[in-house]
Protein backbone atom coordinates (compact mmCIF):
# COMPACT_ATOMS: atom_id res chain seq x y z
CA UNK A 1 0.00 0.00 0.00
CA UNK A 2 0.99 3.73 -0.88
CA UNK A 3 1.78 5.94 1.91
CA UNK A 4 -0.20 9.13 0.93
CA UNK A 5 1.81 12.49 2.09
CA UNK A 6 -1.32 14.81 2.83
CA UNK A 7 0.89 17.01 3.93
CA UNK A 8 2.32 18.08 0.63
CA UNK A 9 -1.17 17.77 -0.68
CA UNK A 10 -2.36 20.13 1.28
CA UNK A 11 0.54 22.42 0.19
CA UNK A 12 0.05 22.22 -3.06
CA UNK A 13 -3.48 22.82 -3.06
CA UNK A 14 -2.15 26.78 -1.26
CA UNK A 15 -5.36 26.86 0.80
CA UNK A 16 -4.39 27.94 4.20
CA UNK A 17 -2.10 30.73 5.77
CA UNK A 18 1.91 31.53 6.51
CA UNK A 19 1.54 30.62 9.74
CA UNK A 20 -0.40 26.77 8.60
CA UNK A 21 2.26 26.84 5.91
CA UNK A 22 5.19 26.90 8.45
CA UNK A 23 3.65 24.23 10.45
CA UNK A 24 3.29 22.25 7.84
CA UNK A 25 6.56 22.09 6.71
CA UNK A 26 8.56 21.81 9.57
CA UNK A 27 6.11 19.59 12.16
CA UNK A 28 3.89 20.59 15.51
CA UNK A 29 6.11 21.82 18.27
CA UNK A 30 3.49 22.19 21.25
CA UNK A 31 0.38 20.54 21.87
CA UNK A 32 -1.82 23.97 20.35
CA UNK A 33 -0.02 22.87 17.16
CA UNK A 34 -0.65 19.55 17.23
CA UNK A 35 -4.08 20.31 17.65
CA UNK A 36 -3.82 22.47 14.44
CA UNK A 37 -2.05 19.95 12.46
CA UNK A 38 -5.15 17.63 13.52
CA UNK A 39 -7.49 20.16 12.16
CA UNK A 40 -5.01 20.73 8.81
CA UNK A 41 -5.52 17.02 8.42
CA UNK A 42 -9.04 16.74 8.81
CA UNK A 43 -9.50 19.69 6.06
CA UNK A 44 -7.34 17.71 3.44
CA UNK A 45 -9.68 14.48 4.10
CA UNK A 46 -12.30 17.02 3.60
CA UNK A 47 -10.93 18.17 0.28
CA UNK A 48 -10.28 14.62 -0.56
CA UNK A 49 -13.87 13.80 -0.17
CA UNK A 50 -12.51 10.71 2.66
CA UNK A 51 -15.92 9.77 5.23
CA UNK A 52 -14.95 8.91 8.58
CA UNK A 53 -17.07 5.81 9.38
CA UNK A 54 -19.96 6.44 12.29
CA UNK A 55 -18.76 5.52 15.31
CA UNK A 56 -20.27 2.05 16.57
CA UNK A 57 -23.68 2.22 19.21
CA UNK A 58 -22.11 0.97 22.14
CA UNK A 59 -25.53 2.06 23.91
CA UNK A 60 -26.40 -0.50 26.63
CA UNK A 61 -28.98 -0.32 30.05
CA UNK A 62 -28.98 -1.95 33.52
CA UNK A 63 -31.94 -3.64 32.48
CA UNK A 64 -30.17 -5.34 29.46
CA UNK A 65 -27.59 -6.21 31.43
CA UNK A 66 -29.95 -7.55 34.14
CA UNK A 67 -31.90 -9.78 31.87
CA UNK A 68 -28.52 -10.98 30.68
CA UNK A 69 -27.41 -11.94 34.31
CA UNK A 70 -30.72 -13.83 35.17
CA UNK A 71 -30.63 -16.24 31.66
CA UNK A 72 -27.60 -16.98 32.99
CA UNK A 73 -28.41 -18.19 36.46
CA UNK A 74 -32.00 -19.51 35.01
CA UNK A 75 -29.83 -21.81 32.94
Given amino acids: MTEINWRQELLDSQQFNEKERDLLINGPKSLAQS??????????????????????????SFLDWEKSISNKDSA
Wanted: net charge positive; no cysteine; glycine share 8%.
Fill in 35 to 60: WLMGALYTRWKKLKGFIEPPPPDLKS
